[in-house]
């Protein structure tokens, strides 16, 4: 795990070395925010798990001035030094005018952006200004994190178009905290972070005391139940990948994820083509093929053999999964042998995941093929009526809905278990997708289109 976001120098020397010595924290990312404090975040950046942000808080604006910047601009040379800030606006308490919270905050951007690193953002009741300052200021050449997140949906959204990370701290852990939560769940997952922002803000089951970076943990267990399929591990990885992509942090994962494991279930990922232009997919959009952790894009089909060695005992997990950014039943015949073996050997499921496009390109006859060799089908719908179908998922085929409903009946026919699928993805109404799916006898799940995995 790594938190992404403490003050270590404002830690009682306890605490401190404690989280420098716990081996479950990977990195941690000390923040100073005035001259004093960077000081001492570059005395501490001398152990090798702490790296460092330095900047000008916005409480700080009102003191800041021309030198301080340019010696701040010295001191982001240093090579622990892996992003700007905390910098931004603060209206809440105003302890420095609005006019200096902002002029020092664009400069601070305009550093970020000559030395190329990411910002740290501090934002509290000011989140129409401080999106404005960072569009207008061209902040997404550089990206960044909100940090200790507690705005809207709507800024979140933004935040993330314009290539933000969203962090969030023990507060989405607090009983008066439904609202944030709701924020959480919508947030894609390849850009989260969590933080503690220690020594504040500790999390619920502590609170009231003083922070620690190993607090970080029970934070991470609400994440892992507020997010859909999600274990704590999951949490871990994901969030620890996403720190390492924004604050060039190594080892990175390896990228090719032939097979990658999500809350105990392997995903078997056999090839990237498709025979859909959904537009809400990855693809189609701007090609982030982070899922939880793993970077499900493979530059190769893989071959059944190279599948097999990798999956080394199919019965140590609930699930297997043929799934990825493609479409596994354009491998028919790889599938259909995978599956074979993975039940040889004792997999408890199998399922694949599907658009269900397959009598498009195979007679219907071939489905009988997988029976007794795969469990369930999950079939992306994503539509109640054709025109959706079309605008939504733009397939090239003809008669595409009307041969996805016909996949659907013949594996309800044949005794699959199937559940139809949707997002919710702008025109998309689920509820009439949950309807057709009723009609048709047939599962149905809902998912949030930003949130993959």
């Known amino acids: 795990m790594i938190d992404t976001h403490c003050h270590l120098d404002l830690l009682k020397e306890q605490d401190r070395l404690e989280a420098l010595n716990d081996e ?28 460092i942000a330095v900047g000008f808080h916005p409480h700080e604006a009102d ?16 090579p622990k030094v892996r992003a700007v800030g905390e910098t931004g606006l603060d209206f809440y308490k105003n302890y420095a005018s609005k006019e200096n919270q902002e002029r020092v905050f664009r400069e601070q951007i305009r550093l970020a952006r000559r030395l190329g690193l990411p910002l740290v953002v501090h934002m509290r009741e000011a989140e129409e200004e401080t999106l404005r300052v960072l569009e207008e200021e061209k902040a997404y050449e550089v990206g960044g994190v909100l940090h200790c997140f507690t705005g809207s949906y709507e800024t979140m959204r933004r935040a ?49 005391k003083p922070n ?4 970080i943990f029970y934070t991470a267990e609400v994440l892992a139940e507020l997010l859909p399929n999600t274990s704590l591990e999951d949490v871990d990885r994901m969030t620890t990948q996403n720190a390492k992509n924004l604050f060039n942090l190594g080892p990175q994962v390896k990228k ?77 015949d790889a599938l259909k042998t995978l599956a074979k073996a993975f039940k040889e050997r004792g997999a408890r499921r199998v399922r694949v995941d599907t658009n269900g496009l397959l ?21 992306s719908l994503n539509a109640p009526d054709a025109e ?18 016909e996949f659907i009946k013949e594996a309800k026919k044949l005794g699959f278990d199937v559940t139809v699928t949707a997002v919710d ?24 289109y930003e949130v993959v995995g």
């Open 359 to 379: 009598f498009t390109f195979l007679p219907k006859e071939r489905l009988k093929e997988l029976k007794g060799l795969v469990d369930a089908f999950s079939v």
């Open 425 to 448: 993805y702008d025109g998309v109404k689920l509820g009439e997708v949950e309807k057709l799916a009723r009609r048709l006898g047939v599962k149905f799940k809902g998912r949030r």
């Open 256 to 332: 090719n994820a032939v097979v990658y494991e999500i809350n105990n279930k392997l995903y078997v990922n056999l090839t990237n083509r498709c025979n859909l232009h959904c537009a809400f997919c990855q693809r189609e959009r701007d090609r982030n093929f982070w899922v939880k952790g793993h970077w499900v894009w493979v530059e190769r089909d893989p071959s059944v053999e190279e599948v097999l060695r990798l999956v080394k005992d199919p019965s140590a997990y609930d699930e297997l999964v043929f799934c990825g950014y493609g479409e596994p039943t354009l491998r028919f």
């Open 388 to 405: 959706t179908y079309e605008r939504v998922c733009r397939p090239v085929q003809k008669d595409a809905f009307k041969k996805v409903l």
């Open 24 to 51: 479950r924290l990977e990195y941690l990312i000390n923040v100073g925010f005035d001259r004093k404090t960077i000081k001492n975040a570059l005395k501490l950046a001398e152990h090798p798990k702490v790296f």
């Open 212 to 215: 620690k970076p190993t607090n």
């Open 160 to 208: 993330v178009e314009m290539g933000f990370y969203i962090s969030y701290s023990g507060i989405i852990t607090y009983r008066n905290a439904e609202r944030l939560r709701e924020v959480v769940k919508r947030t894609p997952t390849s850009r989260i972070l969590l933080e503690t922002d220690a020594p504040f803000l500790a999390p619920q089951p502590v609170r009231g």
């Open 63 to 78: 003191r800041v001035t021309d030198e301080d910047l340019a010696w701040l601009e010295e001191v982001a040379r240093h």
